[in-house]
C-alpha cells in the first residue's frame, strides 16, 4: 500500500493537528492517544512516510529503524513507567485493525495491564 500524507499522523507531523507531546527526536514524535484505553497510552509514530514496519524495515536506513526504536524505549522513559512495566503494541494491516495508516507504537501503562490477547476460539 502506497502512503497517503493526508492521514491524520502525517497532519500531526505537520503540526497542522495539535497532539500532546510527551516525546520527539530526530526519528519520532510520541504523544498521548486521543481515545486512551489505559491511564497511559502513548502512540510513537516514525517521522517518515511509512504504512507499517513492513514498509519502514523495507525503505529505511537500519539507523533510522533503529534510532525509532530507540524512541519507544525513551518515550517510556519519559513516562517513568519503565519500573512499573508497560506494553507495546502496532497494528499492521486489516486482520489487526490498523486505523491511521502511518505506522506507529502504542505504549500502553499505568496499571496491570491483563494477558496478551483475549482468546477468541
Ligand atoms: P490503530 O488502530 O491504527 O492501531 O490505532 C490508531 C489510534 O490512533 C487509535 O488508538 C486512535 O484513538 C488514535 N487516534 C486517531 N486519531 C487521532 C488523533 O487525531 N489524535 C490522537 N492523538 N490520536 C488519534
Known amino acids: 500500500m502506497a502512503y497517503d500524507d493526508s492521514n491524520i499522523f502525517a497532519k500531526i507531523l505537520r503540526g497542522e493537528i495539535p497532539c500532546k507531546k510527551v516525546y520527539e527526536d530526530d526519528f519520532a514524535l510520541a504523544f498521548h492517544d486521543i481515545r486512551p484505553l489505559a491511564p497511559v497510552h502513548v502512540l ?68 496491570p495491564l491483563g494477558g496478551m490477547l483475549k482468546r477468541v476460539d
Open 44 to 111: 510513537v509514530i516514525p517521522k517518515g512516510p511509512y504504512v507499517s514496519l513492513e514498509d519502514m524495515s523495507m525503505k529505511a536506513p537500519p539507523a533510522f529503524v533503529g534510532g525509532f526504536f530507540k524512541a519507544v524505549a525513551e518515550t517510556a522513559r519519559v513516562l517513568n513507567v519503565v519500573e512499573s512495566g508497560y506494553r507495546i503494541l502496532a497494528n499492521i494491516g486489516t486482520d489487526a485493525h490498523q486505523e491511521v495508516m502511518h505506522f506507529h507504537v502504542h505504549l500502553f501503562a499505568g496499571r
